[in-house]
Each structure stands twice: as C-alpha cells, then as structure tokens.
C-alpha cells in the first residue's frame, strides 16, 4: 500500500540547511542557528509532531546537533580527504521526462572535488537501528538505483561515489555511511523499467477512480474512492512493514479489518496539500 519510497524523513530540511549555510561564507554559529530554525518550524507548522513520542524535539535536536558535527560534506568518501569538497546540488528536485511519465524526486546532496575531479552523491537516511541487516538491504534499492541512473541523466556525469547516509534515531545518536555498488548500465535500465511497471499499476488504480471532464478533458480523482481502494484492495509490502527498522506509520491501518481503515487513517492523519505536483 505504501507510496513508492518511504516516508518523509525527520532531519532532511535542517541537514540541508545546515549544508547550505555551512558551504557559504557565514559564521558557523550562524549556520548551526538557522538549521535549528528550520526544526523549530516544522515543529511549529505541524503540532502532531511534538505529540509523538517517537519524533519528539527533544530527541530532533539532539539528532540534529550530533549531525552537524559529526557529518562530512563528502559522506562517506575519504580517499581524496574531506577538504575542498564542494556542493553542486543540495536538496533539489531533479525530473526526468520518461515520455508518458517523469521521475521526480529529492537530491539530497551531491558534491565534487574539483581538484580531482570527483563527484560523490549522498543520501541522509534516519534509522532506528543500523546493523548488518540494515546495510545489506541498501544494495538492493531500486530507489537508489533511479538516484544513480537520474543523476548521470540529469548531470552528465558519472559518480566517484555513492553513499546512504544513516543517523541514528536515538540518544546517543551516531552516524554510518554504506557505500553503494557500482551498478552496470543493464542494471541500471532493468531499474528504470522496474519504475515504469510500478508507475503503470499504480496509473492503472488511480484512472479507475476518476473521471474525464469533458470540457478540460483532464481527469478528476475521486479522491474518497481512491482512498478506499487504496487502503482495501491494494496489495500489501509486508517486508517494508518495518523497513529502516522503523514501523511505518500506516501500520496500525493496515491491520485494522478493511471496513475499519478509512475511518482509521481519517483519525490518525492530517492531509496536506503536496508541496509538488507535475
Ligand atoms: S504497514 Fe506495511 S503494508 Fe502497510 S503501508 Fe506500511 S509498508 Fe505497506
């Protein structure tokens, strides 16, 4: 039932606000004042946060304090050292044109060393466990794969390295760094294919609950019937269930009866109007 990738990220903001504001001429001070702004307003924006004992500021803080002293721009890459790195994209959508349909999606952080021509590509990740079976997953991504095959795409360029950035939901905090295989050009393409069929099942649902207007000729989603087909007669990922080793928040919906879910998630979420659409 869940969206493609995962869920929003607590740290994702601030960490790239930190990025942008440490990597520009400004005092540290300063830098370090204006990520823990962004946090306080997403604290201040959505009050369910605080509410939860899992994301609660305190812990948020404290995450984001140890992140910003503990992480290096380049992630994991040390061969060339961890000085003169500088960023090329933090935190910005990339969009694919795959024909009938685009990839879009969120480029954390992307940085080059020009005296070595190397480029490295980072992606934060916040974990509620790191261990071995943490890591082995991340080879296996097609997320990370469509990262890979959209940042060559998009920049002309091939990575020197490729990393997931995991920090640690928990006091204390820590920070690892899995480094991503080099995947062929056949992996890749399978990867972008994979994306397409899911994209293709996923049109499929939405255009059974919608209509055409006539006049615009666009289509218009019954987003009521959509819901319930949704959360009812869609197939389940019971191995995402607790991916990152962090429960995913629609799991008490999921197992609720199929009569009980919409009330479920009605009760338990707030819609927001998506913040991109295209
Ligand atoms: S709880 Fe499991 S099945 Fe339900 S939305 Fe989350 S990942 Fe999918």
């Known amino acids: 039932m869940k969206a493609l990738f995962g869920s929003a990220q607590c740290c994702t903001k601030e960490s790239a606000e930190w990025w942008r504001s440490s990597t520009t001429d400004i005092a540290d001070e300063y830098a370090r004042a204006r990520a823990e702004a962004v946090l306080l307003n997403s604290y201040e924006q959505y009050p369910a946060l605080a509410s939860d004992k899992k994301h609660t500021f305190d812990l948020a803080i404290f995450m984001l304090r140890y992140y910003m002293d503990e992480a290096p721009l380049a992630g994991g890459f040390w061969a060339a050292g961890q000085a003169g790195w500088e960023p090329i994209a933090i935190e910005e959508r990339i969009i694919i044109d795959l024909g009938d349909i685009k990839l879009s999606f969120q480029l954390d952080r992307l940085v080059r060393l020009p005296s070595?021509?190397?480029?490295?590509?980072?992606?934060l990740k916040t974990a509620g466990r790191m261990n071995k079976n943490w890591e082995r997953n991340w080879p296996l991504s097609l997320q990370q794969k469509l990262y890979r095959w959209a940042v060559r795409e998009h920049y002309s360029l091939d990575l020197s390295g490729h990393y997931i950035e995991g920090l640690l939901k928990d006091v204390p905090c820590d920070l690892k760094y899995v480094e991503l295989p080099d995947w062929s050009d056949a992996e890749l393409a399978e990867a972008v294919e994979l994306f397409k069929t899911l994209w293709q099942r996923d049109a499929t649902?939405?255009?059974?609950?919608?209509?055409?207007?006539?006049?615009?000729?666009?289509?218009?989603?019954?987003?009521?019937?959509?819901?319930?087909?949704?959360?009812?007669?869609?197939?389940?990922?019971?191995?995402?269930?607790?991916?990152?080793?962090?429960?995913?928040?629609?799991?008490?919906?999921?197992?609720?009866?199929?009569?009980q879910r919409v009330a479920l998630l009605e009760e338990s979420f707030e819609w927001v109007e998506p913040l991109y659409l295209a």
């Open 116 to 123: 070595h021509d190397l480029t490295v590509l980072v992606d």
């Open 205 to 259: 649902l939405i255009r059974s609950c919608s209509t055409i207007n006539a006049e615009t000729m666009t289509y218009e989603v019954d987003i009521a019937k959509l819901t319930e087909v949704g959360l009812t007669e869609t197939t389940t990922n019971p191995f995402d269930c607790y991916s990152y080793y962090t429960q995913c928040p629609m799991y008490d919906i999921c197992q609720a009866p199929p009569n």
